[in-house]
């Protein structure tokens, strides 16, 4: 899933300064522009979507080991991810987000390469989420279980799923605070009829004897159910008052995440007896029918699909606005950022997004999955650096929202996560290291092919992506 929390005091670290700083990117038109509940929810797709998938942390580890993970594994990850992103967000606000902080530390290059590692990332998870609607479906509709029916079903949801992102980003962020409070809903109910049920003794459970834990799907599950807080970042040019919204919108979306992980995994562990390994995938649905009824489970199903549309719609805007960025940016040509005359979105960039994820809709996700988490904490590792360099590379940049910490303690809360990051990469399979070095060499391959294409003016390109500077 793809799945941070912020500090407790970004709202009041929040700095009202005349903004100093001078960017190239583009500017969008003031119509359609993302408020802040919106963003929140927005945020909160590219995150988490709800607690469907963390089922995998009880079943691999226990119910102890799953309420500590998600108590503890934001202040380990989530936040020092929250909290890069809050700054950076901020001090440059535009389309493209990491994208420009890897070109303002390290250069054109690394911005590029950043960019190949993101969307590969973004828009490869992205071709996953049809496939989950089509598997929620078809419980309901058993037609769409195999064969040509499957097929057609995966094709019409992208497209329908990729027009709503078409008519506009207010659209689809209002759309994702609609599709967030209806999936959270059945858990909601289900932590209400499940209070009186409830044994806390069920909470200190290490586990069923003779269940052996898997810790590497443990620590996956966290990992994905509580990452990706950066990828809004490639909204920030579409956002209203980015210096004063993002910070405000990372807390509230962090809080949301946080409690929407922990209250329903505490209902349901200490309501039911424990049957470890029923916990996989799904099994909320089957507490809630053993708490509520059928009709519990039915909703929670209901609720699940529509988590699975959030999820792609803020994916889809992620991947779409980047690649709209690094066109602004002179790292893509120009038509890559050319916007619909009616919504004023990126349609090439929607359309790009689309068609390589409805190829991989029809792949084998197995290594290629993998793969695309390596390359996301690839992606992570460089955008870390990039923070710490830019503290030094640019102490006195306006920075509206700025982390409170000198470069010591910084360098700590990044050294921890990347710690983990080294882990999730170190424990790779051959396959996995083959892929990632096959999609890297591409990412740079294309990198220098832009370069010529550029020097011999056979595509338009900005002039931005060289020169990109904020003053300092």
């Given at each position: ?5 912020s500090?407790s ?11 100093t ?33 963390e ?6 580890a ?6 500590l ?5 934001p ?17 440059f606000p ?7 902080w ?5 250069g ?17 998870n992205?071709?996953?989420?049809p496939?989950?609607c ?16 499957r ?6 949801s992208?497209l329908?799923?990729s ?7 207010a ?12 999936s959270?809903?059945?858990f909601?109910v ?7 049920k409830?044994d ?6 290490l586990?069923?004897?003779g ?7 443990f620590?996956n ?13 490639t909204?920030?040019g579409?956002?209203?008052?980015p ?8 807390l509230?979306a962090g ?5 929407g ?10 309501a ?7 916990w996989?995938?799904g099994?909320f649905?089957?507490?809630?029918e ?12 209901i ?23 690094m066109?602004d ?16 979105t ?5 359309l ?7 190829a ?6 197995a290594?290629?999955?993998?793969s695309?988490?390596?390359?996301y904490?690839?992606?992570?590792l ?5 923070f710490?360099?830019?503290?030094r ?16 303690g910084l ?5 921890i ?5 080294v ?6 399979t051959?396959t996995?290291?083959?892929?990632s ?5 591409l990412g740079i ?9 550029r ?18």
């Amino acid at each position: 899933m793809e799945p941070h929390l912020s500090s407790s005091n970004t709202q009041h670290l929040l700095e009202q300064q005349p903004p100093t700083t001078t960017t190239t990117t583009t500017t969008t038109k003031s119509h359609g522009k993302l408020a802040l509940i919106p963003l929140v929810f927005l945020i909160f797709f590219e995150v988490s979507g709800g607690p469907y998938g963390e089922e995998s942390a009880v079943g691999a580890a226990g119910p102890l080991w799953a309420i500590l993970g998600f108590l503890i594994f934001p202040f380990i990850w989530s936040i020092p991810e929250a909290l890069v992103t809050a700054e950076l967000a901020t001090a440059f606000p535009g389309n493209g987000g990491f994208v420009i902080w890897a070109h303002q530390a390290f250069g054109p290059f690394w911005g590029s390469l950043m960019g190949s590692w993101k969307f590969l990332t973004g828009v490869l998870n992205l071709a996953s989420y049809p496939v989950l609607c089509i598997d929620y479906l078809k419980l309901v509709f058993p037609v769409f279980s195999s064969g040509v029916p499957r097929y057609i079903a995966i094709l019409v949801s992208t497209l329908v799923l990729s027009f709503l992102n078409y008519t506009g980003l207010a659209i689809v962020g209002y759309t994702a605070v609609t599709l967030g409070i209806v999936s959270l809903s059945p858990f909601v109910v289900l932590t209400l009829v499940s209070i009186p049920k409830i044994d806390p003794s069920r909470w200190i459970s290490l586990g069923q004897k003779g269940v052996q834990k898997d810790w590497t799907l443990f620590f996956n599950t966290l990992f994905w159910n509580l990452n990706f807080w950066d990828s809004a970042s490639t909204l920030a040019g579409e956002v209203e008052q980015p210096q004063r919204t993002f910070p405000i919108a990372l807390l509230s979306a962090g809080v949301l995440t946080c409690l929407g992980y922990l209250v329903p995994l505490l209902a349901a562990t200490g309501a039911i007896p424990l049957s470890q390994e029923d916990w996989t995938d799904g099994y909320f649905a089957y507490v809630a029918e053993m708490v509520a009824g059928k009709w519990l489970k039915f909703w929670m199903e209901i609720g699940a699909c529509l988590s699975v549309i959030g999820l792609y719609e803020a994916q889809l805007s992620s991947c779409a606005y980047q690649v709209l960025g690094m066109a602004d940016l002179g790292f893509l040509p120009q038509f890559f950022g050319v916007r619909s005359k009616w919504f004023n979105t990126p349609w090439v960039a929607i359309l790009v997004s689309t068609v390589i994820a409805l190829a991989g809709c029809y792949m084998d996700f197995a290594d290629i999955i993998s793969s695309v988490n390596f390359l996301y904490s690839l992606g992570m590792l460089l955008e870390f650096a990039s923070f710490l360099w830019l503290r030094r590379k640019m102490p006195s940049i306006d920075r509206p929202f700025r982390v409170p910490m000198g470069m010591p303690g910084l360098i700590i809360m990044c050294l921890i996560p990347s710690v983990f990051l080294v882990y999730v990469m170190a424990v790779a399979t051959r396959t996995v290291y083959m892929v990632s070095f096959i999609l890297t060499v591409l990412g740079i391959l294309w990198y220098f092919f832009m370069k010529f294409c550029r020097s011999k003016m056979w595509l338009q390109f900005n002039n931005t992506g060289e020169k990109l500077e904020y003053e300092d």
